[in-house]
């Protein structure tokens, strides 16, 4: 048998992922959408529950992932709790396919859930303009720079520098909602136009409202085990090609240029270490809590050169059926956004490569079913990003 320092590192695949309820849950807490989002990504993966060794979880309680762990009924030896916004998901996912690689876990469960929408209709909670106002937030806050304003005004420069129009980053908003028209799960799937955004009530120039993420409620679960438990799952493997993660900022005047995210940095690492370019991927699954999100991840992880992503976004071509399929569910923008949504851009992506997204399924020239597919999420206001490329079996 060979020594642990010259065995091979195992292959790690996505076995299992769903979403808990979603959209409009008033009468579940978020543990219980932490439960029933993880029972029905086990039940998806076809495998017993005591296979589970490593648990990832944020957000919810004084211990996570120790409450949450416990409240599902699982006792792991290897946790994960590393908090960096919306981009949480990817870096876990990460995290546990290096932990799984090297022997230190076999499954590795990740799961999140949040009531954030029910909890501000029944005022349990308010909504929050910044995220506090200590540490270095302290020289923002009291100048009213909240965390919308900083998209927008990255956004702002985008525009100035690169000549990005509005309409264009309104296509974000109207494409992302034609995907969701074909979601079941999509909170929000009637059409909406370039007009519809642009005349929207103004939140924090140059966005309105529809170039904002929704508000809803919410869960998911993705589980990730070694190649040796695949033989044993329900469904087709999606493996785990390569990540990449990075941070850039919290104070915005340390950010160095605002039409560059840290998808610059994570996704080409992510790409070097799967071993694939940007025109391998068929589609992409990106975090769109704003409409500019998504044009500047694009451009800086490769599809298209830095300032073209205005006319990249055009023309249909993030739609299901376009030149490069983009939050094939809706996104934020649509589907579903109740907090750190990173994880569900996993979920999404490995239903696309399984065949799994019913009428939302994209298809490759032919018919086939996509190959490749890249999830990257964001956190903070730029402040961090991380890409996982994932690959069909």
């Known amino acids: 048998m060979p020594s642990p320092s010259t065995r091979r590192p195992r292959k790690v695949a996505v076995v299992g992922v769903a979403l808990s309820d979603t959209g409009r849950v008033d009468d579940a807490t978020p543990y219980a959408l932490h439960a029933q989002a993880a029972r029905r990504a086990l039940a998806d993966s076809g495998l017993d529950r005591s296979v589970v060794d490593g648990f ?35 870096v876990m996912a990460a995290h546990a396919a290096d932990a799984i690689a090297a022997g230190h876990a076999n499954a590795v469960l990740l799961v999140y859930g949040s009531t954030a929408r029910a909890d501000i209709k029944a005022g349990r909670r308010t ?71 642009l005349s929207g009530p103004m939140i924090a120039d140059p966005f309105t409202k529809l170039h904002c993420c929704i508000r809803s409620d919410g869960g998911c679960a993705v589980l990730l085990a070694a190649e040796e438990y695949v033989p044993d799952t329900a469904k087709s493997p999606v493996w785990v090609l390569g990540s990449g993660m990075s941070v850039s900022h919290t104070t ?13 940095v994570s996704g080409r690492l992510a790409f070097e270490r799967a071993g694939v370019r940007p025109a391998d991927v068929d589609l992409a699954e990106i975090y769109d809590a704003f409409t500019y999100m998504t044009l500047v991840t694009l451009e800086d992880l490769g599809f298209c050169a830095k300032g073209e992503g205005g006319p990249f976004v055009e023309k249909g071509r993030l739609l299901r059926d376009g030149g490069l399929p983009v939050n094939t569910d809706g996104g934020g923008l649509s589907a579903c956004h109740p907090g750190m949504r990173g994880l569900f851009l996993l979920v999404e992506a490995v239903r696309q490569l399984r065949g799994e997204a019913g009428p939302g399924q994209v298809h490759k020239p032919g018919g086939h079913l996509p190959e490749v597919a890249v999830a990257s999420a964001t956190g903070g206001w730029f402040c961090s990003s991380a890409t996982v490329v994932l690959g069909r079996g």
């Open 252 to 264: 915005m005047s340390e950010w160095e240029a605002f039409t560059v995210s840290p998808a610059a």
């Open 127 to 197: 909504s929050n303009l910044s995220f506090g106002a200590r540490g270095p937030l302290q020289f923002e806050v009291p100048y009213g720079h909240t965390l919308i304003s900083k998209y927008a005004m990255a956004a702002r420069r985008h525009m100035h520098q690169y000549g990005t129009t509005v309409e264009q980053l309104a296509e974000v908003a109207v494409q992302a909602r034609a995907n969701a028209g074909t979601n079941p799960d999509a909170m929000f799937r009637d059409p909406i136009t370039v007009d519809d955004v």
């Open 56 to 90: 990832g979880s944020a957000g919810l309680g004084t211990l996570a992932p120790v409450e949450v762990a416990e409240y599902v009924g699982l006792r792991p030896t290897w946790v994960d709790s590393t908090t960096v916004g919306g981009a949480t998901w990817e």
